[in-house]
């Protein structure tokens, strides 16, 4: 399903679309076309994009092509979805430590949807942290592990 969403291949693409995106949800799903777990959220994703179209507008990411985002985000784990409302980045509090982006899938099309409606109406109060509406076992749970070398 990622064929019917817009892909982004490079920072000066991502740096214009955050900055040219006005009064609208900006969704950015970070991960790779050939993932199996990106290609699930894909679907979820390119499913809602015409009912969310007046509140939200979705692209996707490609780590490989855009890794200086990768980094700035600290993204480990794909798919990461990242929100943006008019160039300013949008946290929620998902219940973990990391309030900057979505890791894993939603678990169906209403959860995206009601996550980006709370996140239009709190950034169209002038909020840039929201709580999420997703029940706690709906969001994925993961642990980093690191390993000394």
């Not at 920072?11 to 790779?32: A, H, N, S």
């Not at 946290?91 to 980006?116: A, M, R, Y």
């Amino acid at each position: 399903m990622s064929y019917m969403l817009s892909t982004l291949s490079s920072k000066k693409e991502v740096d214009k679309v955050i900055r040219e995106t006005e009064d609208v949800v900006l969704v950015l799903r970070f991960g790779r076309e050939t993932d199996t777990s990106c290609l699930q959220i894909d679907n979820i994703l390119s499913k809602t994009a015409d009912e969310l179209s007046n509140m939200a507008v979705i692209y996707l990411v490609d780590i490989d092509k855009v890794p200086i985002y990768t980094q700035y985000f600290d993204i480990s784990l794909i798919p990461s979805t990242i929100f943006f409302f008019n160039g300013q980045h949008i946290k929620v509090d998902w219940g973990s430590p990391d309030h900057t982006k979505f890791v894993g899938s939603f678990k169906n099309k209403q959860d995206f949807i009601d996550v980006v409606e709370v996140i239009y109406r709190g950034a169209m109060k002038g909020r840039v942290m929201v709580s999420s509406p997703l029940e706690p076992q709906d969001i994925p749970k993961y642990h980093l592990i690191y390993k000394d070398i």
